[in-house]
C-alpha cells in the first residue's frame, strides 16, 4: 500500500472544468498503477480513468471519455485528472486508487466535486 493525499475538489457550475492532483508517499511510486474513481450517494464506487500496467496508456470510463485526462508524473509522485466540460452527473466524492496487482487497494480519502446545473 501507499498513502494518497488528494487535492482539489470544489463546486463548480455545469460547463466549467476541475483539476484533482493526488500525491503519493514512497519512493517506488512508478511500479504502481494509479487511477480514479468516483461515488455517488446511494450508487457503486465506479471507475473514471486509470494507466494501464503493461504500456502505462490511459484509459477511461465511456461517461467521461473525452472529457477528462489523467495525467502522471512519477518524478513528482503526483497523478492528476483534469475535468473540462462538467455535468451535474459528475457530482460524485471521487478518489484517488493504485494497484500492483489486479485490483485496486490503496484509497485516498476521497476529495468532494459538486457540479452546479
Known amino acids: 500500500q501507499v498513502q494518497l493525499v488528494e487535492s482539489g475538489g470544489g463546486l463548480v457550475q455545469a460547463g466549467g472544468s476541475l483539476r484533482l492532483s493526488c500525491a503519493a508517499s514512497?519512493?517506488?511510486?512508478?511500479?504502481?498503477?494509479m487511477g480514479w474513481f468516483r461515488q455517488a450517494p446511494g450508487k457503486e464506487r465506479e471507475f473514471v480513468a486509470g494507466?494501464?500496467?503493461?504500456?502505462?496508456?490511459?484509459y477511461y470510463a465511456d461517461s467521461v471519455k473525452g472529457r477528462f485526462t489523467i495525467s502522471r508524473d512519477n518524478a513528482k509522485n503526483t497523478v492528476d485528472l483534469q475535468m473540462n466540460s462538467l455535468k451535474p452527473e459528475d457530482t460524485a466524492v471521487y478518489y484517488c486508487?493504485?494497484?500492483?496487482?489486479?485490483?485496486?487497494?490503496?484509497w485516498g480519502q476521497g476529495t468532494q466535486v459538486t457540479v452546479s446545473s
Open positions: 486508487a493504485a494497484r500492483r496487482g489486479v485490483t485496486f487497494d490503496s
Open positions: 514512497g519512493r517506488t511510486f512508478s511500479t504502481y498503477a
Open positions: 494507466f494501464t500496467r503493461s504500456t502505462g496508456s490511459s
